[in-house]
């Protein structure tokens, strides 16, 4: 059977840059793609990349998206190299939805994602509906931002968790000072990614010293990297960004063979991608934990999507 191929680059510019250890980011770039097959039954989806974590780049993805026929087989679909992982999960999101794929969505819970720095203590306030916040820490100093993170935790509601994320910019030294703080406002629910994926010893190890649990998010950004990471000893939490891990049928086979601590997280693809993981996300991820996608306040309302 051949499926007729669309596709169409987009860009979306954030409301206000994002800020992280990395540094700032203020536009997203990806690309919508549609399957019909001879019946006339449509399938969408998205290719999401997000470079710096270890997926292709848009212009990579592009270039693939552009020398592919306007026919393509399910053949040509499952050959998309590893190298592509971004790539090959929109084309095979697609054809799930093609073929009339759903989810359940009901019991999904979100986490909301707070600017970085003095911006958060504002910003919670039009999320008071929440009960679970992400604040990127790493984007300034660490005495600034530990003491703008106990106004944070004076300022939340009573019962509220919040996550840290680092995005792998912390050092050893400033990763134990933030699980000791953690450890002591035990309003944490876990620190994402202190180290650099490089670092995975010593997270392994600061793992096993803090009450406060850690989760791997860099470092487990492809499929690939969550195998290997799972086969030398992470029995912690795992943050999946579908959209980049490569084939969604693999991932599946994964989580539901061993089992995993997963929490499902966003790449701020538009909401063509995130039905795709949000499928993926109702069946998979930990029921107990907010899976990361509160991140609509960061665009405009609709825009175009």
Partial sequence: MY???EFRPYRRRFRQPLKTSRGI?????????????????MGC???APLPWFGSETFAQALA????????LTQATIQAIPEGLPACQFGFESALEDLFGAEGERGRLSLSYLLPAGEDALQAWEILQS???FKW??????IAEEITIFKKLVRALPAGAKLRLDANGGL?????KAWLEVADETQIVEFIEQPLSPQEFDLMLDLSANYSTAIALDESVATLQQLENCYQKGWRGIYIIKAAIAGSPQRLRQFCQQYKIDAVFSSVFETKI??????????????PNRAIGFGIDHWFEEDDGF
Wanted: aromatic content about 6%; proline content about 0%.
């Fill in 25 to 41: 980011w203020e536009i997203r770039e990806g690309i919508i793609l549609r399957l019909t097959d001879e019946t006339g039954r």
């Fill in 136 to 141: 990127k820490i790493g984007a300034i100093a």
């Fill in 45 to 47: 989806s998205e290719i």
């Fill in 130 to 132: 929440a009960t679970t």
């Fill in 273 to 286: 991608g995130r039905e795709a993981v949000l499928r993926l996300a109702a069946e998979l991820s930990n």
């Fill in 64 to 71: 693939f998206c552009k020398q592919l026929k306007e026919k």
């Fill in 3 to 5: 499926y007729h191929f």
């Fill in 171 to 175: 050092s050893i030294e400033e990763a």
